[in-house]
């Protein structure tokens, strides 16, 4: 149904568009930002990766009790 959608002709007019509403002098900062922006995401998603630990046996490693009692919170009524 929507086999060959779009066609060289109709991204002209998508950038034609594009050119008409912010001009000429905007469309490259516009890019520029969005290049930033992307790399931005993709070093952030890569340190998110890294941070998380990836543990073989799918359970989390056994954490170190605490050595200081809590002290409990004292009823007042």
């Not at 520029?32 to 998603?45: D, P, Q």
């Not at 073989?56 to 009524?77: F, L, M, V, W």
Request: glycine residues 6%; hydrophobic residues 40%.
């Amino acid at each position: 149904m929507l086999r060959n959608a779009f066609e060289p002709w109709h991204l002209v007019l998508i950038i034609l568009a594009f050119v008409l509403l912010f001009g000429s002098k905007k469309l490259p900062d516009m890019a520029r930002g969005l290049g930033r922006s992307m790399r931005i995401l993709k070093s952030e998603a890569k340190a998110l990766q890294d941070d998380t630990p990836a543990h073989p046996s799918g359970q989390e490693p056994a954490t170190k009790p605490d050595t200081e009692p809590h002290a409990e919170p004292s009823a007042r009524h």
